[in-house]
């Protein structure tokens, strides 16, 4: 991990609506000092640089991408910017932002992992504000930050329904502007498999809605994890087995399990086939190509809603649990294909992160559990962190369950942590997730059904537990979300009520 | 109108014959018999007998429009040639004429080499209800004017053919009067970026009348005004606490000679803006409470005999300017508000039924043509208000003539409405929160309810309008899981 510690000096107070004292900043950052000193900044003048003490130079290209980036974000795209070399800046004015990366090691060409984080010139540009003259001000401030949580993500399902990577980039861009820091990606799934595999191609040429138009391609891939990556987001994709995979059988011949109607197949399958050495030479080329691929240290290996009817029905199946001594306990087959398949990425030496199920079901791997049943869940981050596993939370923010008002306010009030533990369980819990299935989602819905409802899970992530005022909330989220529709990015209002510049796409 | 479209003879309902249509025609019969379109030789043209010929404004215009939609991607060379086979299309005015010309546009369709083709069909087709309408708020959010443009492009799509512009309320004023500016200067979320002017206006008057649609405004009163008080001193009723006025307004006051001239001098305004025959006077959700406080108004009551009761005059405010609308030659839609609170309003005005649970839209139904009064049903299709999986299932199934009446009574609905309320809505999440949802209602009100009342029919054709919608560039979401040949590629 690196510290980044942004050497500024000035704070914001934005006007907004109703204003909050905190301006627009969002997620609140852990210790904010205000003032009302304010500096200009101008286009002609102000630049981000790296401090000279800093361990990270002119070939940090992650850096120096983000730079522009955020320039861009703070004079709104100005184009024109006159250079007035060696232009003094005058007293009222602020000149630059020294950038110091204090590590000796910058990780500047590595890959973000769950121990990083920073994101400090999101903050330092959530602090610009626009005068009644239409000048750039900041105010002085100081600001001491980090995340509450480690690992912050969004899931994103890409085989309910196709995402082009264009929406994908999109939503990198936007959790960036949130400091989401993990993009978990559902990227197969029973319905389609867009993921072209360079194993394994017919998975994608039989089992994509369409081989061409609906596939990411290892290019399509790398764009993806280079883009999150200088945004400092971790790509973890999910290869969702055994359930889940109707799509993989279309593919790949004797992966599923073939289906009995009394004594016949009847042409349907049923999950991932758990007793043929065929599905596990398989699934061993497969994760070796993931591994490959995808730089991030965790694979989400799913698990999740494995129906046992199909097993049940096979009459193969029911002798190798007789074999086996599994006796009418499915979960216990389930149990056991499980085990083998952590044995298999195991060996990549890749992390992997499972949905609750898998530990509900008996199994006690050396994971991270991933809770996502609604209903009991304190009981359920009870007994996880009780049994010592790291845990995930994504139960209370599944975001594809629509309705109408300000839902943003449910997700806002969870407390992760809330559950009966001790401090050493609590500790257990290393972030959450907010889902957006794709059952109902595409590309003309996703990112106004995603953002600011998204946002109000990032803050519960990243600031302080009690950061709970819901009324400063609403005030500096409405403005937070009119900084994303400024940043083109068509995020839905939370109620009646303008900005400055409405979203100009239709 | 009816719309005749002439093929040819046999029944198949397939997606690429009258399946494919959407709403689904009245009358129609396609073969599989297939022929094929060439963009280069393609073309519309008026017939020798037509009334209607070249300098038709509505049908120039919609040739062009058309042929885009029929044949995207294509950029004309310079060849014409002529074209063997021959369409016909008859209707009886050029708004029959845009709906045949949809629906032949959606019976065209491209195999997997790219070629157009159209079978064999026949078609007789008409509306079920001849108001069929949306309802856009632009004052919860400003909606920018493409916003509202791209919305009556999917309305043609879909044939509807009433735009009910929402155009103000509380939280703002956006359209610029000529006779008050102050009204939208003080009262819009910003004077210069946030209002409709003239122009605006008469753009999006003008774009819908080539679409068929008419543009029926409302200037909802005496509730729902909060916004006219910051530009018009005077017109809203001061609150009081007490004795002494608390600093908050509430509905327009009615008691004031000053606010029937307003009232007067601003619908003479919107009389001649709005060239529609209808103008839409809201009249609902009126609160009494901040009338009751006020001694003036008391006083009011008093001196016209209302004693206590405040409907009456909530009733004397409404008739007065119902009349005022009648002086000025239109026909006003209200509310149902306002026949439920009295009943004294000119037998033409059309009720407005909005009220769901808990109220019973059919009771309503029943009651107000008993009275004799034309009706348009909104209260089923509130579609702002979402839900989680297929909700579009429930718009479709609505049976508007399902209440207790004689066949009088039923012919006094005059048709539909959906309604997209803006306090979560704006140009970020309109487009996919209207469409293809609000196509479930264009069909119900369209089409023949006994050809059109299976759901589990009516999912496959959705989807595919649905996907037609991407393709002609609305931002429609998706019903359920699948894919389209061309998705939407932008955020």
């Not at chain 1, 957006?436 to 600031?463: F, K, M, Q």
């Not at chain 2, 001196?303 to 300017?321: P, V, W």
């Not at chain 2, 579009?392 to 959906?418: A, C, D, H, M």
């Amino acid at each position: 991990s690196f510290d980044l510690t942004c050497v500024w000096q000035y704070l914001l107070v934005e006007l907004v609506a109703q204003s909050s004292r905190y301006g627009s900043l969002w997620p609140l950052p852990q210790k904010v000092q205000l003032s009302d000193v304010s500096f200009k900044l101008t286009t002609s003048s102000f630049r981000i640089v790296d401090a000279k003490e800093s361990s990270a130079g002119p070939s940090c290209s992650l850096l120096q991408n983000a730079y522009r980036r955020y320039y861009d974000y703070i004079f709104e795209n100005a184009k024109k910017s006159w250079q007035a070399k060696g232009k003094r800046t005058g007293p009222s004015e602020l000149g630059e932002l020294q950038v110091w990366i204090t590590s000796a090691d910058s990780e500047c060409d590595g890959y973000p992992s769950v121990t990083s984080d920073e994101s400090c010139l999101e903050t330092f540009s959530q602090l610009v504000y626009k005068d009644e003259f239409g000048t750039k001000n900041i105010n002085q401030t100081t600001i001491s930050d980090f995340p509450r949580f480690a690992h912050r993500g969004i899931l994103l399902d890409s085989s309910r329904h196709f995402l082009p990577i264009k929406v994908i980039l999109a939503n990198l861009e936007t959790m960036a502007m949130n400091k989401f820091n993990v993009f978990h990606w559902h990227i197969v799934d029973d319905q389609s498999f867009p993921y072209l595999s360079r194993t394994f191609p017919q998975l994608s040429q039989k089992g994509a809605y369409h081989p061409y138009t609906h596939v990411y391609t290892p290019a399509d891939v790398k764009m993806v994890i280079e883009f999150a990556r200088l945004r400092g987001i971790r790509v973890v994709p999910e290869y969702d087995t055994p359930g889940h995979t109707q799509s993989w059988g279309k593919g790949q011949a004797d992966l599923l399990t073939p289906c009995y109607a009394g004594s016949k197949p009847s042409g349907a399958f049923g999950p991932v086939n758990p007793i043929l050495n065929t599905t596990y030479d398989f699934m061993t080329q497969f994760f070796k190509e993931i591994s490959t691929v995808f730089p991030d240290a965790y694979i989400h290996l799913g698990g999740d809603e494995v129906d046992f009817t199909c097993w049940k029905s096979n009459p193969d199946i029911q002798k190798f649990m007789e074999q086996q001594g599994f006796g009418q306990d499915y979960s216990k087959l389930e149990s056991f294909y499980i085990q083998k398949l952590l044995n298999i990425v195991s060996t990549t030496n890749k992390g992997y992160m499972i949905w609750q199920e898998v530990f509900d079901n008996g199994l006690k791997p050396d994971t991270v559990v991933h809770v996502w049943i609604g209903g009991a869940t304190d009981e359920e981050m009870h007994k996880v962190t009780g049994a010592g596993y790291t845990t995930i939370l994504s139960a209370p923010w599944y975001l594809d369950y629509i309705s109408y008002g300000q839902d943003w306010q449910k997700y806002y009030k969870v407390e992760p942590l809330s559950f009966n533990g001790t401090e050493e369980q609590k500790k257990l819990v290393i972030g959450g997730e907010a889902c957006l299935w794709g059952e109902y989602v595409d590309a003309t819905n996703l990112t106004p059904r995603l953002w600011p409802r998204a946002s109000a899970v990032a803050e519960r992530l990243w600031s302080a537990k009690d950061v709970t005022d819901i009324s400063d909330a609403f005030n500096r989220l409405s403005a937070h979300r009119c900084r994303m529709v400024e940043r083109d990015i068509p995020a839905e209002p939370l109620f009646s009520s303008y900005c400055p510049h409405e979203y100009k796409g239709v | 109108s009816k719309t005749y479209i002439f093929f040819g003879q046999l029944c198949c309902n397939c997606l690429h014959a009258v399946g494919g249509v959407w709403p689904m025609p009245q009358i129609s019969a396609s073969s599989p018999e297939q022929y094929p379109l060439n963009p280069e030789a393609f073309y519309f043209e008026y017939g020798r007998q037509s009334e209607a010929q070249p300098g038709c404004s509505v049908l120039d215009a919609a040739f062009k429009r058309y042929f885009s939609l029929i044949f995207p991607d294509y950029f004309p060379g310079d060849n014409l040639s002529v074209c063997a086979g021959q369409a016909s299309l008859k209707a009886e005015t050029v708004w029959g004429a845009l709906r045949g010309l949809e629906t032949f546009s959606q019976l065209v369709y491209q195999d997997d080499f790219g070629s157009f083709f159209v079978n064999k069909t026949d078609i007789e087709d008409f509306p079920r209800f001849q108001f069929r309408g949306i309802l856009l708020d632009t004052s919860r959010h400003y909606l920018p004017v493409q916003a509202i443009l791209k919305t009556l492009d999917a309305m043609a799509y879909s044939k509807f053919n009433v735009f009910h512009w929402h155009i103000v309320d509380d939280p703002s004023f956006p359209y610029q009067s000529q006779t008050f500016p102050d009204l939208s200067a003080k009262g819009a979320f910003h004077p210069m970026t946030h209002i409709y002017t003239q122009t605006d206006v008469q753009r999006v008057i003008s774009y819908a009348r080539l679409r068929g649609i008419r543009v029926l405004p409302e200037f909802d009163s005496p509730g729902h005004t909060q916004s006219w008080g910051k530009g018009q001193s005077d017109l809203l009723t001061p609150c009081y606490k007490g004795g002494t006025p608390s600093g908050a307004f509430g509905p327009v006051n009615p008691t004031l000679p000053s606010t029937y001239q307003f009232i007067a001098r601003l619908f003479k305004e919107v009389s001649s803006v709005f060239p529609d025959s209808y103008i839409h006077l809201g009249g609902d959700e009126v609160n009494f409470f901040c009338w009751k406080s006020n001694p003036d108004v008391r006083a009011f009551m008093q001196k016209m005999g209302f004693g206590t009761d405040f409907t009456k005059l909530e009733a004397f405010y409404m008739e007065s300017i119902v009349n005022i609308t009648s002086t000025l030659n239109k026909t006003a839609i209200v509310w149902q508000d306002v026949f439920d609170y009295h009943e004294r309003i000119p037998e033409d005005t059309v009720l407005h039924i909005w009220k769901g649970v808990p109220y019973d839209y059919t009771k309503e139904l029943s009651r107000i043509t008993k009275a004799g009064k034309r009706v348009v049903l909104a209260a089923p299709w509130y579609i702002n208000h979402i839900a989680y999986g297929q909700d579009w299932r429930k718009s479709y199934t609505v049976q508007p003539l399902n209440f207790s009446g004689t066949e009088e009574q039923k012919k006094l609905v005059i048709g539909g409405e959906v309604c997209m309320w803006g306090e979560y809505v704006d140009a970020t999440n309109l487009t996919p929160r209207l469409w293809p949802r609000a196509s479930a209602a264009a069909e119900r009100l369209w089409s023949d309810e006994k050809q059109t009342s299976s759901v589990e029919k009516a999912f496959p054709r959705l989807q595919d309008f649905r996907c037609k919608l991407l393709r002609r560039g609305i931002q429609a979401e998706p019903l359920y899981v699948g894919h389209c040949r061309h998705e939407y590629q932008g955020i």
